[in-house]
């Protein structure tokens, strides 16, 4: 059964590349607006000889880890602190609710006027993104850990330090790991967008300097990259959540 699923999964995509090339080779859609998958290939193989590619890449990388972590550490800190403290919770909960609903790329000009157009206000509102999602799936993990364990514990007479260790802490990784996957998606959709106005290089400024200028196969191979950044990403984190928290069914 495994067998046949991992077949499909590989299967899929190749067909979908298939009836692509086919669908652009036969005139069924126009070339001038849609490259075919060779046609991309053929024009990420250049820009991987040229180092263009990895100048835009290596750009891109470096605003998202920087960004992701300067935001994931307090998102934590102040997720756990809320779960563990009504008072904290009923301070903070308010500002949560008003300031999360704001698209973050909307907060880049101001980001801009505090910290210029350099790579500061870039890796600004990358951190900003990974906050929120991070910081509210940390509050509830914490929120949502079995109150039973909690009674357990104090009955054996455990420190609150201990508890922490061993019960609240493992309790909420699943749920924190789900946010930090969830965060790294955002700020990559961020970043790019954050590219396309104000950037020299990056993935999103590839983008949006292929269409400028109608390289649509250039333009392909940004969505491409994105594409295969994010599934690295989610496969990386995948793995280290495995390997942090083993007890967690697959």
């Known amino acids: 059964m495994k067998g046949r699923e991992r077949l499909l999964s590989i299967l899929s995509p190749l067909l979908l590349l298939g009836a692509w090339e086919l669908s652009v080779r036969a005139g069924l859609v126009d070339r001038r607006f849609i490259a075919a998958p060779s046609i991309i290939l ?99 993990g914490v929120a949502t850990v079995d109150r039973i364990y909690l009674d357990v514990a104090q009955s054996f007479g455990a420190s609150r330090a201990l508890v922490f260790r061993r019960i609240v802490f493992p309790g909420a990784l699943p749920v924190i790991f789900a946010g930090v996957r969830l965060a790294l998606g955002v700020c990559l959709i961020v970043i790019v967008s954050a590219e396309f106005v104000a950037a020299r290089s990056g993935i999103g400024f590839l983008i949006w300097s292929s269409w400028e200028i109608l390289l649509i196969d250039k333009m392909f191979v940004g969505l491409l990259v994105i594409a295969a950044i994010g599934t690295l990403m989610n496969i990386l984190l995948k793995e280290i959540q495995r390997r942090a928290i083993p007890w967690q069914p697959e």
Not at 45 to 65: K, N, Q
Not at 84 to 108: F, G, H, Q, T
Not at 130 to 139: D, E, G, R, S, W
């Open 42 to 140: 053929i024009a990420l193989w250049d820009m991987l000889a040229s180092g263009e590619l990895a100048r835009h890449v290596g750009a891109s990388l470096w605003r998202i880890v920087a960004g992701f972590t300067i935001g994931v550490v307090p998102a934590v800190l102040l997720g756990l602190w809320m779960g563990l403290s009504r008072p904290v919770r009923a301070v903070v909960d308010p500002l949560i609710a008003a300031v999360y609903p704001i698209p973050k790329i909307a907060i880049l000009p101001l980001l801009m006027v505090f910290f210029g157009i350099g790579e500061a206000s870039k890796i600004a509102v990358v951190a900003i993104s990974a906050f929120f999602p991070i910081l509210i799936n940390t509050y509830t």
